[in-house]
């Protein structure tokens, strides 16, 4: 299945309506990707989102990313994110998860935050195990 993802209804991060981000994820070629503007609300410095905020949105490119290639419903079990620039308020960026590895019931996957330019903001590496 290629395209738009259904979302969780009652997720911070991908539910329509729960007063969170409503990220549109879309599955293409392997990678959950997504394109945001971050609102003020979610800010943690002066303009620029929570570090807590774009470390989810990593996670969440990831888990998608999982769950399509695997179908299988797995959790976070280890998250490690580099901010390399800031991810600033009302400015556009793009977010995506690529499976690198499974073994056993493990599976290691990368984010990658992206700003209009390509310019890299920030990254991530994960670990997954089935639930």
Not at 120 to 130: D, E, T
Request: net charge neutral; hydrophobic share 35%; proline share 2%.
């Amino acid at each position: 299945m290629n395209g738009l993802l259904p979302g969780t209804t009652s997720c911070f991060f991908c539910g329509r309506s729960t007063g969170g981000l409503g990220l549109e994820l879309h599955y293409a070629d392997g990678s959950a990707s997504c394109e945001f503007t971050a609102r003020e609300t979610f800010q943690g410095y002066d303009g620029m989102l929570h570090g807590g905020i774009v470390t989810g949105i990593l996670d969440e490119v990831m888990w998608w990313t999982l769950f399509m290639e695997t179908k299988k419903i797995c959790a976070t079990w280890k998250i490690e994110a580099e901010f390399k620039r800031p991810v600033l308020c009302g400015k556009a960026y793009h977010a995506a998860g690529h499976l690198v590895r499974a073994t056993h019931n493990t599976y290691y996957l990368d984010g990658i935050i992206k700003d209009e330019s390509g310019k890299l903001c920030a990254q991530a590496n994960a670990s997954f195990r089935k639930t």
